[in-house]
């Protein structure tokens, strides 16, 4: 993971994301840290993290851990969203596997 400033990254223009989740995020990073980087392309997109990203920004956190793809996009095979599974097809097509 490599640590990057928040306000150098670009969060995707039109995703939401429940304040249920992001508060779930923001007790476990508080808890844990970060687990899982924060995925970006070479323009510093965020392509996948983006609760971890509105987490880190509310608990005000200035730097958060990245990884940058580099060659096309990786599929998800599930993320949990406030109790629930959703897997590849409700999720799209351009997210990173779970780690």
Not at 44 to 70: M, P, Q, S, V, Y
Request: proline share 6%.
């Amino acid at each position: 993971m490599t640590p990057l400033p928040l306000k150098k990254l670009r969060p995707p223009t039109r995703r939401t994301v429940s304040d249920c989740h992001v508060n779930q995020m923001m007790d476990d990073m508080e808890k844990n840290g970060q687990l899982r980087p924060i995925i970006i392309d070479s323009r510093f997109n965020i392509k996948d993290g983006f609760a971890r990203f509105l987490a880190a920004k509310r608990l005000g956190w200035e730097k958060i851990g990245t990884d940058k793809i580099t060659n096309g996009p990786v599929i998800a095979k599930s993320a949990s969203r406030c109790g629930r599974r959703l897997d590849s097809t409700q999720l799209g097509t351009t997210y990173h596997e779970q780690f």
